[in-house]
């Protein structure tokens, strides 16, 4: 028997989970997690075989700063194990749920697995931000960046789910753009981009659009070649990669607009 999944909250249940986090005291919030999981029954299977390595029982940390005693975390890990392994036993089994890529754009990806009430969850603060940084609910969104197996691609369902918003997609496989650089076919990576800009101002030029979710590096080439487009936008999201304060500047819009790395 599995248990139900949780109700998709809208936004205003959204706001009402986080005031609930931001709430919690850190230490205790950090109790719970490893109570739960290396529970010596219901723990996680990578946490359980951890723990015999170690010199000191985790469920006698009680401060978020003495977190400290467990080292870096092993990101190979996530590359080579089960995600499963990562999951609490309580969770009922078999897993339901996706398998999401994340870690960047080269080598081996890192692979998460999220429940549904993980990607709620998730979502919550996404629809938090989108609030934060000045966007307003009920717009139309085009996300141009990774989906399929990218966790960047949950902000399509946090968009329209959470925030009541209608979203437009143009897919890109950075990994692909990655490995075109490294090799040095620049002509190729031009020809890529400029497929994917034409998707982007494909859907752009009919009007409908308010906000525009994409990567700085695409949202530059955007800007560089149709400025026109880009001032006809109320914001700008710029995420899935890092960006300088001076890409930043040269990137941001005479609109409004947000960034989240």
């Known amino acids: ?17 986080i005031a609930r986090w931001l709430d919690t005291d850190l230490d205790q919030w950090c109790r719970t997690v490893l109570r739960r999981h290396f529970h010596p029954e219901t723990g996680s299977r990578y946490w359980l075989r951890r723990a015999r390595e170690l010199d000191f029982d985790p469920r006698d940390i009680t401060r978020y700063e003495q977190l400290t005693a467990f080292g870096p975390f092993p990101v190979d890990t996530l590359r080579r194990r089960d995600p499963a392994e990562m999951v609490p036993q309580d969770i009922p089994r078999p897993l339901t749920g996706r398998v999401w890529d994340t870690g ?12 549904r009430r993980c990607c709620c969850t998730g979502g919550c603060g ?8 000045g966007f307003q609910p009920g717009r139309t969104w085009l996300q ?8 960047i691609g949950n902000g399509l369902w946090e968009v329209s789910e959470l925030y009541a918003g209608q979203v437009y997609a143009v897919d890109m496989d950075p990994r692909w753009v990655k490995r075109l650089i490294r090799a ?22 009919q009007g409908r659009v308010h906000y525009l979710n994409t990567t700085p590096a695409l949202f530059q080439a955007l800007r560089q070649r149709f400025p026109e487009l880009v001032a006809g936008l109320e914001g700008v999201r710029l995420s899935g990669t890092q960006i300088s304060a001076g890409m930043y500047r040269a990137s941001a819009p005479p609109s409004r607009a947000g960034s989240a790395a």
Do not use: K, N
């Open 126 to 133: 996404g629809a938090w931000s989108f609030a934060r940084e």
């Open 104 to 115: 960047g754009t080269t080598g081996t990806p890192c692979r998460v697995h999220y429940t």
């Open 184 to 205: 040095g076919r620049l002509g190729e990576v031009d020809e890529y981009t400029g497929h994917l800009l034409e998707q982007i101002t494909d859907v752009l030029r």
């Open 144 to 151: 141009a960046t990774p989906t399929g197996p990218h966790l």
């Open 1 to 17: 028997m599995t248990a139900a999944a949780p109700p998709v909250p809208g936004a205003a249940e959204a706001e009402a989970v």
